[in-house]
T-cell receptor, first 114, second 116 residues
Framework: GESVGLHLPTLSVQEGDNSIINCAYS??????FIWYKQESGKGPQFIID?????DKRQGQRVTVLLNKTVKHLSLQIAATQPGDSAVYFC?????????????FGKGTMLLVSP | DAGVIQSPRHEVTEMGQEVTLRCKPI?????LFWYRQTMMRGLELLIY????????DSGMPEDRFSAKMPNASFSTLKIQPSEPRDSAVYFC??????????????FGPGTRLTVL
């Protein structure tokens, strides 16, 4: 079946650097995508979302880019801080917005060194 | 606002015992999801409810697992009898669930289950 996958299981960066976490999706019907952050011992926390009618959305220090042509999603974190260290998951809705379930990727661990 | 509330946060039990995990979704949300997370399999959807009705339980691993949602503010996930391979972190999530709305799910802190 179709699934969401991540290219890099672990990403190590220095504090202050910009981080880019990538995600490939295969379900062309998906029209809504979410990035979650999961810190050790906690549940996944919503970071930012994007609909398929957009190719870029910005939040506080985070930007999500969507390339529907190649079915690719990325999360950019500006000026990465030690508190950003966590596992990041992308998720897609498979279409049927409002009634669908989410398919989660395996996750990428971001390690930020001071 | 209170987020999704789960209890207990940690549960240690012996093989063969019954385990009940509890969840209180965000008030006003009408969809509720139960997930299991392990290192090997990642985040797996077990079952989800819309308006207290189970919609898809295809992720429930076997008959030992059951879930109920007697009202809009409470759900349980029960494992009977429990086995060591059930050891995992179990998350509950809720969603507003309106047609045309976002699909964002909000997760609780999870219950870490250890079956000895």
């Amino acid at each position: 079946g179709e699934s969401v996958g991540l290219h890099l299981p672990t990403l190590s960066v220095q504090e202050g650097d910009n981080s880019i976490i990538n995600c490939a999706y295969s379900n062309s019907a998906s029209d809504y995508f979410i990035w979650y952050k999961q810190e050790s011992g906690k549940g996944p926390q919503f970071i930012i979302d994007i609909r398929s009618n957009m190719d870029k959305r910005q939040g506080q220090r985070v930007t999500v880019l969507l390339n529907k042509t190649v079915k690719h999603l990325s999360l950019q974190i500006a000026a990465t801080q030690p508190g950003d260290s966590a596992v990041y998951f992308c998720a897609e809705n498979g279409g049927r917005s409002g009634y669908s379930t989410l398919t989660f990727g395996k996750g990428t661990m971001l390690l930020v060194s001071p | 606002d209170a987020g999704v509330i789960q209890s207990p946060r940690h549960e240690v039990t012996e093989m063969g015992q019954e385990v009940t995990l509890r969840c209180k979704p965000i008030s006003g949300h009408n969809s509720l999801f139960w997930y299991r997370q392990t290192m090997m399999r990642g985040l797996e959807l077990l079952i989800y409810f819309n308006n207290n009705v189970p919609i898809d339980d295809s992720g429930m691993p076997e008959d030992r697992f059951s879930a109920k949602m007697p009202n809009a503010s409470f759900s349980t996930l029960k494992i009977q009898p429990s086995e060591p391979r059930d050891s995992a972190v179990y998350f509950c999530a809720s969603r507003l669930g309106l047609a045309g709305g976002t699909d964002t799910q909000y997760f609780g802190p999870g219950t870490r289950l250890t079956v000895l």
